[in-house]
């Protein structure tokens, strides 16, 4: 009997990136897999980065999250193609990042890996002090936003370099000095991205760059044990529909 699938029904294949430093990556990776769950359509595949990239760009889309994890030159263009062959990213928090600390204790954003931020349709570059901040509906009638009123979290707002096309979906304001980066000089009254959409040939990028966490141990070398966990939009409702329509914005069936 031939073990080949001739029909997979409606099943979709999803493949989640979940991998990298500075964040509580097992709760992240924990509250994506029951939120994925929730649909039994979805059969999910993961990983801790883009290694297994045949896997990845088989899957009928990816959700990622990650802090300081990028792919290699090869895999990035896999990627590219894949999303411009018409597949579909749902893509969170520090999937655009690459942090490298400087000698003087700062934090510094090489753009090391411009087609892959172009992907992205931005590149983390700086974010001030975690600290309250209002979440504002950018357009109101978009059904991944659609019935959400302004909210507050507790979260790393989000200071990024933004490339190619933007459908904006939630903003922050921030204007001012973020000392603990090397691109520090954000005066500027133009509204900070927190969700969009950004079209990539065929296919389509959904980022969301809430959802900070950190837990005891990981800022390991640096320190022994972080003072106090942080849980960001996590603790905050809003959030969580936000992942629950993102998921079915990937599905095809918001």
């Not at 959400?148 to 921030?174: P, Q």
């Not at 603990?180 to 760059?209: I, K």
Request: charged share 25%; net charge negative; proline share 6%.
């Amino acid at each position: 009997m031939s073990e080949e699938i001739i029909d997979r029904s409606d099943r979709l294949d999803v493949y989640l990136v979940a991998g990298g430093l500075y964040h509580n990556i097992d709760y992240a990776r924990l509250e994506l897999l029951k939120l994925i769950a929730e649909q039994p359509r979805l059969k999910v595949k993961v990983g801790a980065d883009y290694s297994a990239i045949d896997e990845i760009c088989a899957a009928d889309f990816i959700i990622s999250y990650t802090c300081d994890v990028m792919p290699t030159p090869e895999q990035t263009e896999r990627l590219c193609e894949r999303v411009r062959s018409g597949g579909i990213w749902f893509a969170l928090h520090g999937t655009n990042s690459i942090l490298r600390f400087l000698e003087d204790g700062r934090v510094n954003s090489p753009r090391d890996n411009p087609p892959f931020m172009e992907l992205m349709g931005s590149q983390f570059i700086s974010h001030p002090p975690i600290e309250p901040y209002d979440v504002e509906v950018s357009d109101p009638e978009h059904p991944l936003v659609q019935g959400i009123e302004t909210f507050s979290v507790d979260d790393e707002l989000y200071l990024s370099e933004m490339h190619g096309e933007h459908h904006m979906l939630l903003h922050t304001h921030f204007n001012g000095i973020t000392e603990n980066f090397a691109d520090s000089d954000w005066q500027s009254d133009e509204a900070r991205a927190c969700m969009y959409l950004h079209p990539y040939g065929d296919g389509q990028v959904l980022y969301l760059t809430l959802g900070h966490c950190r837990g005891k141990y990981d800022m390991q070398p640096m320190m022994a044990e972080y003072p106090e966990p942080e849980f960001g939009a996590w603790k905050t409702d809003e959030y969580y529909e936000l992942l629950r329509r993102g998921i079915r914005w990937a599905m095809g069936t918001l």
